[in-house]
């Protein structure tokens, strides 16, 4: 069973960083194409950034140039660099594998962007 425990979360103003970890206990995490999903008050969950297993990268439109997916194999932790934050960043994240399947969701990480 994947077990995901997101951090680092918390209110920053508009341009501000943050940095998001998630502690994620797969056992073959190595191996494992990880995700940082978000989803914001009355919205839909929606899929911010991928990485893969070989360290390959994609982001959603709204977040590239300034958010950075990146992961540590050796202690099963997947991070989100986040920069030049903007009001409409503010959401939950999440993390999950990539596809998420039958996954279980952490508790998430509540990022609020003041303006």
């Known amino acids: 069973q994947v077990q995901l425990v997101e951090s680092g979360g918390g209110l920053v103003q508009a341009g501000g960083s943050l940095r998001l970890s998630c502690a994620a206990s797969?056992?073959?995490?190595?191996?494992?194409?990880m995700g940082w999903y978000r989803q914001a008050p009355g919205k839909q969950r929606e899929l911010v950034a991928t990485?893969?297993?070989?360290?390959?990268?994609n982001y959603a439109n709204a977040v590239k140039g300034r958010f950075t997916i990146s992961r540590d194999d050796a202690k099963n932790t997947l991070y989100l660099q986040m920069d030049s934050l903007k009001p409409e960043d503010t959401a939950v994240y999440y993390c999950?594998?990539?596809?998420?399947?039958?996954?279980?969701w952490g508790k998430g990480t509540l990022v609020t962007v003041s303006s």
């Open positions: 999950n594998t990539d596809p998420y399947g039958m996954n279980s």
């Open positions: 797969i056992r073959i995490f190595s191996i494992t194409a």
């Open positions: 990485i893969s297993s070989a360290g390959y990268t």
